[in-house]
């Protein structure tokens, strides 16, 4: 009974709604002013390598986890790990590390919808560029509408999550994840047929490694793994879910190429704009608020495929939300019992309390500066450059170093009825190349 309500229903199902969270406002919002900030294609290329290499096997190894284990974080490394109880200790980080991501995350969604509203209905149309800068100003540091969207979107996780696996999280995504890649195409059509689309893509595919500083290579491996939203239980949760005659490469592979198609999607529609309209690909995280509204103004139907872009940011953004809410909700039900609803309602709050403090520190909070940052800023930078890359090489040191081989392979084959032949490469990353590029990463991050 357990099983059949807790797991998904198909592969299609686990990888759309994976690919659900794994893409998000990281590859549409974040990867391109990333990518525009460090030298374009090389970028690119630093972290298709750091995906293939490093992200793919992690994403199978929290499958293994999740999977082997059939629980939310806390209680997979609680099972995995029955006489090194301490290794729990990885589950709670996973969750803190979850709130605190969903905390800022959720401020940007929430723009979405803010945004969705402002096209839908002509109100970013004709707009001279220092208006659009200073409408995005003047809504980003009010104190309330944000704060308001900030809580529509919140709710709106929490609805789709009341609904349970099957009927919420899989449904769900099984729309939204073909709409977005519909949408994403038709905004690539519109992008490539522009004057300059030859010289955006060429910034986006001709590595400029001269650009690219050791910052950027760690922006590079930071970005992969918030991309594949690893290194902090989301894919523990969602591999509990995956059902065991299922691959688990080949479900970790569709992920990863889904989730770095749309990035480099994203790309092509936002930089042949970009030139084409004489902005700055480095426009930094105000790119898709500031630069594109402008260049959507300079285009024939523009408000229309503003409106278009901005429903595909925010139905990105829906499916990221889901799966980082399910990872404290599955441990809520779990661990302390309590009902899906009660779950998905307290979680939410909880959230929602402290990222207020997120909204609104692009306003009446700016100069409540942590170490120099706002409270957003240190909350992405902690998290997606320490947090999780810490926490995947504490998963890493774990699974590799301190938990049986033959049990991995055991769960990787699907009991030996798959041939896993690149298993060997796989363990070799696990337990050599992956902790020590993290650590190697970490460090530098660290030193300076
Ligand atoms: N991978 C998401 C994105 O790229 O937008 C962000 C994310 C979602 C990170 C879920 C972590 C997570 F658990």
Known sequence: MANETRGFTSNIGAILA??????????????PYMLGQNGGGAFLLVNMFFVLMIGIPLMMSEFVIGRRTQSNVVGAYRKMSPDHKGWTV??????IAAVLIYAFYSVVAG???NYIVMASTGHLSGLEPAEVSEAFSAFTSHSFWPVLCQLLFLALTALVITFGV????????????????????????RSLTLPAASEGLSFLFRPDFSKLTGQGVLGALGQSFFSLSLGMGAMVTYGSYIRKEDSLFKTSLW?????LMVAILAGVVIFPA?????MDPAGGPQLVYVVLPNVFNSMPMGGVFAAIFFLLLGIAALTSTISLQEIVVAFTVEELHWSRRKSSIISMLVVFFIGVFCALSFGVLKDATIFGHTVFEFFDMITASYLMPIGALAMTIFLGWFFPKV?????????GTLKGKLF???????????????????ISGIVG
């Open 111 to 113: 723009w979405t919808l």
């Open 274 to 278: 970009v030139f084409s309209f004489g």
């Open 407 to 415: 049990e991995i392979k055991d769960e990787i084959t699907n009991g």
């Open 166 to 189: 099957q009927k919420g999280i899989e449904k769900v995504s099984k729309i939204l994840m073909p709409v977005l890649f519909i949408l994403l195409l038709l905004m690539c059509v």
């Open 424 to 442: 060997e490469l796989y363990y070799f990353i696990l337990r050599y190349v992956a902790p020590l590029a993290l650590l190697v990463i970490l």
């Open 90 to 95: 990885l589950g709670y980080f996973g969750i």
């Open 18 to 31: 994976a690919a659900g969270g794994a893409v998000g406002l990281g590859n549409i919002w974040r990867y």
């Open 255 to 259: 992920i990863s190429i889904c989730d």
